[in-house]
């Protein structure tokens, strides 16, 4: 499975804005300048999130975005569908749909593989992400980021 770049951007998105909108709500050029991402394709993706609840919008002269509930309930499971839409590697029904089903070796193998990218990423809270992705690989803290 390859995730794509609204995956990808989204995801590290999110985590901006748990990062740095614990207090304020967070300016979507802010976001950008800091991930090095295009505005308008980050506009994008916040309005997929934010149709999802995992987003919400501030209006005002002090708005921006906000995350919609705290990082311990957020998965990345509910990022990365909001964006992404199902996340199996294969398309494979787990019933007698498939006119294939009861021929088909493989169908164990699809089944082990899309639940287990499922579970993990359903059981990994941003509080997680965040917690273990906030070091540069020499131990030093990454820039604006709270360990």
Do not use: F
């Not at 300016?27 to 934010?50: H, V």
């Not at 509930?69 to 839409?85: N, S, Y």
């Not at 990994?124 to 360990?147: A, F, K, P």
């Amino acid at each position: 499975m390859r995730l794509s770049t609204k995956g990808r951007y989204g995801l590290r998105a999110v985590v901006d804005l748990a990062v740095h909108g614990s207090d304020a709500a967070v300016s979507i050029s802010s976001i950008a300048s800091r991930q090095g991402l295009s505005e308008g394709y980050l506009e994008q993706l916040i309005a997929k999130l934010k149709k999802a609840g995992i987003v919400t919008s501030i209006r005002g002269t002090n708005g921006g975005y906000r995350l919609a509930r705290d990082v311990k309930e957020i998965t990345v499971g509910d990022v990365l569908r909001a964006l992404e839409g199902n996340l199996n590697v294969v398309q494979c029904p787990d019933d007698q749909s498939c006119d294939k089903y009861d021929s088909c070796v493989t169908k164990y193998v699809w089944k082990r593989i899309n639940d287990s990218i499922n579970e993990v990423v359903d059981t990994m809270t941003l509080e997680e992400v965040i917690r273990n992705g906030c070091h540069y690989s020499d131990g030093s803290v990454i820039q604006g980021m709270e360990c």
